[in-house]
T-cell receptor
């Protein structure tokens, strides 16, 4: 079993939809949780960073951490075609573990 | 842009040859990381550095070595490249207000 599990998709939604992306993890010791966005042939770009449990909002993006369930989520409101990318969850600090990524397409 | 450059950006080499990839940062960050990215595996940590001459192994370190003789440069060496090391290699630094990592543009390596 991988330490971080993420549904690879692909996920296709119409413009304006609410998108929900999720990961589960196995090691309860992790405290730092991140979401990255990666466009094709580019490096990952940090979207959201959360410490411990709770919600964090930044514009159209909301990151949610439920440590009791070992479940992290990223919600995208009013999705745009420019949101089409692969989204990676990551947990940890130096020995960071990544999910395999979910490919999202937002259709105009 | 976290001031990270990687070189070369693309490389094709043959099995058994040595290869060195360079990561350069301009903002004096202490922590630097090397990852590889492969389909179905996401990003996996190879090695990281927490200061000049201070390095540690990651999840997939076999077949790789690193060196950091200056704060701004972190080198990844494949002593004898194998086809299984064909991948996209990313360098990252730890920066920001917490423990966030920021990534470079990547090096696409093909070992024939």
């Amino acid at each position: 079993q991988k330490e971080v599990e993420q549904d690879p998709g692909p996920l296709s939604v119409p413009e304006g939809a609410i998108v929900s992306l999720n990961c589960t993890y196995s090691n309860s010791a992790f405290q730092y949780f991140m979401w990255y966005r990666q466009y094709s042939r580019k490096g990952p770009e940090l979207l959201m960073y959360t410490y411990s449990s709770g919600n964090k909002e930044d514009g159209r993006f909301t990151a949610q951490v439920d440590k009791s369930s070992k479940y992290i989520s990223l919600f995208i409101r009013d999705s745009q075609p420019s949101d089409s990318a692969t989204y990676l969850c990551a947990i940890g600090v130096d020995d960071m573990r990544f999910g395999a990524g979910t490919r999202l397409t937002v259709k105009p | 842009d976290a001031g990270i450059t990687q070189s070369p950006r693309h490389k094709v080499t043959e099995t058994g040859t040595p290869v060195t990839l360079r990561c350069h940062q301009t903002e004096n960050h202490r922590y630097m990381y090397w990852y590889r990215q492969d389909p179905g595996h996401g990003l996996r940590l190879i090695h990281y550095s927490y200061g000049v001459k201070d390095t540690d192994k990651g999840e997939v370190s076999d077949g790789y070595s690193v060196s950091r003789s200056k704060t701004e440069d972190f080198l990844l060496t494949l002593e004898s490249a194998t086809s299984s090391q064909t991948s996209v290699y990313f360098c990252a630094i730890r920066g920001g207000q917490g423990n966030e990592q920021f990534f470079g543009p990547g090096t696409r390596l093909t070992v024939l």
